[in-house]
Nanobody, 127 residues
Framework: QVQLVESGGGLVQPGGSLRLSCVASEFTSDYRAIGWFREGPGEGPGRPREAVASISISDGSGYYVDRVRGRFTGSRDNAKKTVYLQMDRLKPEDTGVYYC????????????????WGQGTQVTVSS
């Protein structure tokens, strides 16, 4: 079982930047990409997790949803078993809990195609 740990979240003003990290216990052939998802603010279970980006493990190529393309950039460091999400020009609507998850489908934006999930890191964009 692959374990993922996210970090790097925090409180930032609109227009600011954060870099999220997702450290994996191992990079294996069981998955080919890391997906990033955002769970919006609110209470109660069952809140949807919307896709943000998918980062290829093999070459670091990134796939982004329209609302973050041009502002977010993914990368990976295989030696550190870490995938990053650089988030620039942050907006209040980027607020939420960010999760990383493994998938064998590079470019997938579907939560059900992601198997192992981290515990999430909170990002709050507010003045």
């Amino acid at each position: 079982q692959v374990q993922l740990v996210e970090s790097g979240g925090g409180l930032v003003q609109p227009g600011g930047s954060l870099r999220l990290s997702c450290v994996a216990s191992e990079f294996t052939s069981d998955y080919r990409a890391i997906g990033w998802f955002r769970e919006g603010p609110g209470e109660g279970p069952g809140r949807p997790r919307e896709a943000v980006a998918s980062i290829s493990i093999s070459d670091g190529s990134g796939y982004y949803v329209d609302r973050v393309r041009g502002r977010f950039t993914g990368s990976r460091d295989n030696a550190k078993k870490t995938v990053y999400l650089q988030m620039d020009r942050l907006k209040p609507e980027d607020t939420g809990v960010y999760y990383c998850a493994t998938t064998h489908v590079v470019g997938s934006f579907y939560p059900h195609e992601h198997r192992y999930w981290g515990q999430g890191t909170q990002v709050t964009v507010s003045s």
